[in-house]
């Protein structure tokens, strides 16, 4: 059952966005030019994470040729599509100047007095029931669609009392502190597996004079070895779609889109071993997919290790190791020096970007004289990718809380005094001290 159809419990009963908040507009005989700078924060400066302040830029008065003005206290609701489907919106709680300006594509919110938090209103909004709501009523053309103003206003919100409305807040606003701390410590620890691949490819961990070599600093025991002397590499296909029972079947199979989620086995397509072997081959467990052909490829290079066998389409290609490095060494070496492999990508004929055969066979990476140093580096790596990991599923797990939240405080199913959330501020402090 969605929200707005949901019976509130207790002495709540629904009433109307604009009856305690109204559109923020410009006081008359306010001038600009009286301001040194005014905060302005464009369409891509308002976030979308849930976090509430935009990347407000400081503009002089003249710079500013159109916008909708705004002042501390306000929430800015992106209108337009896709914008307010992907939550971007903000609360501004600081403001370097009496106001400021942003695009012309938000909706200023501004509570009629202080019994009503607007935080409670920044939250409601990110419900995906309430979303969905505004989305059905967005007006324009296809592409261009926007939220009017009296859709937002209309739109119905739970009457909460103005203590609970200050306690589901603070609550609500805990998890989010908590949430954005794991994103935060996610993000560092991407910065930490990046730099200690740097140094682990050209120190080693032997404390070996180091080398110049052709593809940059390794030690000097080392070797930049060439990718068809550490790997069988093999190409993938497409089982027919008119043969039916090639796509009934227990084996993963995996397309150049699936190289880009969090979980590489999340893909949705299994195909029979007869598909596997008519239209592709079947990688072993430990072999590197990468891709060779996308636009996805104008932006990164995406390589996984895979933990069981896998069939793949034709715009990847696996590397099968030989047996002297691990398949996670290998795309570890790899992903540490894709700039330079990503500087051999051409298009194709038909503007799709490819990565030749020839470029990956050619490509070099640095290795170690000994192999069982190869395997420690491993270990130090998937130990950062283990912590990356918690932090990333302790994320996942915080969001699902706050969505679930959102929804029992907003109908009074869950009370605020019957939660206890003391341990968020634990894992706060312990999220710093990691």
């Not at 301001?35 to 003249?62: C, H, N, R, V």
């Not at 290609?317 to 051999?344: P, W």
Request: charged share 25%.
């Amino acid at each position: 059952m969605s929200l707005l159809d949901t019976q509130l419990g207790g002495d709540r009963h629904w009433s109307r966005v604009g009856d305690g908040y109204e559109v923020t507009k410009k006081q008359r005989g306010l001038g600009r030019a009286t301001f040194p700078i005014i905060p302005f924060a464009a369409m891509e400066a308002i976030p979308q994470d849930g976090s509430y302040l935009p990347a407000f830029t400081m503009k002089a008065p003249d710079e500013i040729a159109s916008g909708t003005y705004f002042e501390r206290g306000d929430v800015l609701v992106g209108k337009i599509t896709p914008s307010f489907e992907n939550g971007k919106q903000a609360l501004v709680q600081e403001l370097a100047a009496p106001f400021g300006y942003a695009t012309t594509e938000v909706i200023p919110l501004h509570p009629r007095s202080d019994q009503h938090d607007p935080r409670l209103l920044f939250f409601y909004l990110l419900h995906p029931d309430v979303r969905h709501y505004v989305t059905e009523r967005m007006e324009g053309s296809t592409g261009r669609k926007r939220v009017p103003e009296n859709v937002l206003l209309d739109l119905p919100i739970p009457a909460i009392d103005p203590k609970d409305q200050l306690a589901i807040a603070d609550a609500l606003e805990a998890i989010q502190r908590a949430s954005a701390l794991e994103a935060h410590c996610e993000r560092a620890s991407w910065k930490l597996k990046r730099a200690a691949m740097r140094e682990l490819f050209a120190r080693g961990l032997r404390g070996e004079p180091q080398k110049e070599t052709e593809i940059g600093t390794m030690p000097e025991n080392w070797q930049a070895r060439p990718i068809v002397d550490l790997c069988e590499i093999q190409s993938g296909g497409t089982p027919r779609k008119s043969v039916a029972d090639y796509w009934i079947g227990e084996i993963p199979w995996a397309s150049g889109k699936d190289l880009k989620v969090p979980t590489l086995h999340d893909t949705i397509d299994h195909v029979s071993r007869e598909g596997a072997e008519a239209g592709s081959r079947i990688a072993p467990t430990d072999a590197v997919l990468i891709l060779v052909r996308g636009m996805g490829l104008a932006k990164d290079l995406p390589v996984a290790v895979i933990s069981r066998p896998m069939a793949f389409n034709q715009d990847l290609k696996a590397l099968v190791s030989r047996g002297e490095f691990s398949g996670t060494y290998i795309r570890s070496a790899i992903h540490c020096a894709k700039d330079r492999l990503l500087s051999r990508i051409v298009p194709s004929a038909h503007g799709t970007m490819t990565l030749n055969l020839d470029d990956i066979e050619t490509f070099r990476v640095p290795c170690p004289s000994d192999p069982t140093e190869a395997d420690e580096i491993v270990e130090i790596l998937n130990a950062l990718d283990r912590k990356i990991d918690l932090h990333k599923r302790k994320r996942a797990l915080l969001e699902n809380l706050f969505k679930a939240l959102l929804h029992k405080l907003m109908t009074g199913e869950i009370r605020v005094a019957d939660l206890d959330l003391s341990a968020l501020g634990k894992a706060s402090l312990e999220g710093v001290a990691a």
